[in-house]
């Protein structure tokens, strides 16, 4: 099975992407978590996508992701399937994201579409933290009470992305309806998007998606 998943920040396509990865035994590819690791190295490269990711708060250019995550796929044994999460993002991703999968023969069996409001995704991205020594995604006032600044898992010190300022949260849900929206309206075209209702519980989320792939039988 070969999903895609789409959603605005803090639409819940990491936590998602995990689960499904989990239960489906899929590969999770996650575009914005390659590019930070490619940051964290500081060569040339790291610090240009710092700039365009933290500073600028933009897209990286498409060759870019492009190479990052066909990189990614080539990992994935061919008798596993895949959760893509990030890419493509843009129109002019579309083409190329269809190509790598072509090429490494893996057809998009459906799109997952995780909606919620701009409120709704400004207020989870206020509380979206994550561990700077074990790297586990924290939301404070779910995982640790408010106020509390070391991670419910290992006690590390845990840090807001330098891409979540408020600011660049504006900038990058901006961009999600400017230039993701059309990509997701071209899956919807191919009949292959599944909606789901985003704003209700992990779980429900979940099972939600669990009902469409198997009303899709893909599961
Ligand atoms: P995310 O973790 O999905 O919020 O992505 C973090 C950042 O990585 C984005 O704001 C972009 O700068 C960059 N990025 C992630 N995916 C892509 C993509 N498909 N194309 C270009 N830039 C991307």
Redesign the pocket.
Known sequence: MNLLIFGP?GSG??TQSELLAKRFNLAHI????L??TAVKQQNDLGKK?NE??NIK??????K??GEV?EHALKTVPKNQGIIL??????QS?VEMAEHILEVLDRNIDACIYLDISEAESLKRIAHRYACMDCGHKIVVGRDIPAGESHCAFCGGNIEQ?A?DTPE?IKK?LE?FHRDTQPVIEYYRGLEKLVDIQGEQSIEEVFKDIETALKEREII
Do not use: T
């Open positions: 920040q396509k990491g996650e575009a914005g978590q590019l930070r996508l365009i990711i708060k933009e897209l990286v250019p498409d870019v992701i995550i999460d990030g890419m493509p993002r843009r991703q992305r891409d660049g990058r961009i």
